[in-house]
């Protein structure tokens, strides 16, 4: 493990279980671990390291909710592991394809998605709280595999944040279910993801196995936490917790784009970044 001072170790942790506790809830930890990975490892370290290590991390927060899930909430396992199997192959495609394409170009479009999706569930305060119903056709799990699975799973291969955020958005409006329930669904499909990314990063050498150890505790105890929390307060409460991370995610990528629109700096002629 590189040299890092024990005050940016507990920072970590702490960011940990916020982000396995948020991830659990409606997805989208990853906005709170991988940039703590990414300002407190050594920065003579490449950023495939913070990606790999926080893969690392989220793959046991990520179960652990999962377990939590399948044992209170109506879950069908089977279909989401279907889902998450299309999730991993797309994943996989995206991730051949991300040095190709400009994470300039993807952000507004995302952006522009986030604000749509937000619109939407405001104005539409009944998305999401009913029950989840019966069996669905076949033609809508086929839709859910195809577009929840292979087109998220590409989109977190290719770019990533927010992911569990639409795979949740996804599977309620394909699936007909309701927001914990679609929750309980996307954890499942994580794991997925997050095992075939670990996979990769693990063959590559890049991980922090003991570092990745140490933050997996406390994110495994915010994702139980989590999960336990959205099983006991409802549909409601995650959709509070989705809007405010759909806003997060919108601000957080405006400032990147901002960033990135940044001319280069008049004294020393470095980029701004």
């Known amino acids: 493990m590189p040299d890092i001072s024990l005050n940016v170790i507990v920072l970590l942790c702490l960011a940990s279980a916020g982000a396995g506790w948020v991830d659990a809830v409606v997805g989208g930890g990853g906005l709170i671990q991988l940039p703590a990975l990414m300002v407190g490892l050594p920065g003579n370290l490449a950023p495939t390291y913070a990606l790999a290590t926080n893969k690392a991390v989220s793959v046991v927060g990520t179960t652990g909710a999962a377990i939590t899930y399948v044992r209170k909430a109506p879950v069908d396992v089977r279909l989401a592991v279907r889902i998450g199997g299309a999730a991993l192959l797309g994943s996989a495609a995206g991730a051949l394809l991300a040095g190709g394409i400009s994470k300039d170009v993807l ?4 952006m522009v998605v986030l604000v749509l999706v937000a619109g939407f569930v405001i104005f539409k305060p009944a998305f999401g709280t009913a029950p ?7 033609r809508r799990i086929l839709l859910a595999i195809l577009l929840a699975g292979c087109g998220i799973g590409f989109y977190d291969g290719l770019f990533g944040p927010g992911t569990g955020t639409f795979l949740v958005l996804a599977l309620t409006a394909l699936l007909h279910l309701d927001l914990v329930t679609a929750s309980a669904t996307t954890k499942i499909v994580n794991v997925c993801t997050n095992l075939g990314a670990l996979a990769m990063f693990s063959y590559q050498g890049v991980v922090l196995w003991k570092l990745a150890a140490l933050m997996a505790v406390f994110n ?5 936490l989590g999960a336990r929390m959205a099983l006991k307060k ?40």
């Not at 952000?107 to 995302?110: F, I, L």
């Not at 917790?241 to 997060?248: A, H």
Request: glycine share 18%; with cysteine; proline share 7%.
């Open 107 to 110: 952000r507004p479009a995302v």
């Open 132 to 138: 989840a119903s019966g069996p669905v056709t076949r």
């Open 220 to 224: 495994l105890g915010g994702g139980m």
């Open 234 to 273: 409802g549909s409601g409460f995650v959709r509070v917790v989705l809007l405010t991370v759909v806003c997060v995610l919108v601000v957080k990528l405006g400032h990147d784009q901002w960033v990135a629109w940044q001319p280069a700096d008049v004294a020393g002629g470095v980029p701004g970044r």
